[in-house]
Nanobody, 121 residues
Framework: QVQLVESGGGLVQPGGSLRLSCVAS????????MRWYRQAPGKLRELVAT???????NYSDSVKGRFTISRDNTKNTVYLQMNSLKPEDTAVYYC???????????????WGQGTQVTVSS
């Protein structure tokens, strides 16, 4: 019903920047909260940032002040601007959204396939 496609990952040096994008498509009436998660090898998936439909944001302590989440509701897209990247930011980053496929339906939870971010010299 809803498909998410992430892009923008890659290899960068410590201190560098990347901007991730996630585009939602399919049968969509409305998207509520949008989130970015990440998962490093051997570790649990962790929540990085959240943005509500009204553009209220929250960040994990590890990225606060360095990452910025934003959204464009007209394009069903969420972004994650990542600055001052550190090696410990290396992970697969996943987009997650809560969406309705039509009015008065329950909110569904949808995930993208992930995009690799590697921070190394």
């Amino acid at each position: 019903q809803v498909q998410l496609v992430e892009s923008g990952g890659g290899l960068v040096q410590p201190g560098g920047s990347l901007r991730l994008s996630c585009v939602a498509s399919g049968i969509i009436f409305r998207i509520n909260d949008m989130r970015w998660y990440r998962q490093a090898p051997g570790k649990l998936r962790e929540l990085v940032a959240t943005i509500t439909r009204g553009a209220s944001t929250n960040y994990s302590d590890s990225v606060k002040g360095r990452f910025t989440i934003s959204r464009d509701n007209t394009k069903n897209t969420v972004y994650l601007q990542m600055n001052s990247l550190k090696p410990e930011d290396t992970a697969v980053y996943y987009c997650n959204v809560a969406a309705q496929t039509r009015p008065s339906t329950l909110w569904g939870d949808y995930w993208g396939q992930g995009t690799q971010v590697t921070v190394s010299s």
